[in-house]
């Protein structure tokens, strides 16, 4: 298993390609700052609006492993098992 489909069963997983879309935008607003307080901002906000170039760094990440949504699966059934 891909070290970025580890971090996928992580609970916060999505979180990655989250951060790598927050830092794109600030790297293009000016090279070398950081992503970071938007990163924060989108965590205090409950994780719910995505930045606009998450998408496009899902879609570079999954053909190696990365799969958010698979860590979500994972976690429902753990939970459906612990319920039983």
Sequence with gaps: MSQLA???LAD?????AVFM???SE???RSRGSSGLPAFNK?????????P???ARVLAA???????????RMVNFAMSVVQSL
């Design 6 to 8: 580890k971090i996928s």
């Design 12 to 16: 916060n997983g999505e979180d990655l």
């Design 21 to 23: 879309a927050f830092q």
């Design 26 to 28: 600030a790297d293009v």
């Design 42 to 50: 989108y965590k205090e906000a409950g994780r719910t609006t995505k």
């Design 52 to 54: 606009p170039g998450y």
């Design 61 to 71: 990440l999954q053909p190696h492993g990365y799969s958010p949504q698979l860590g």
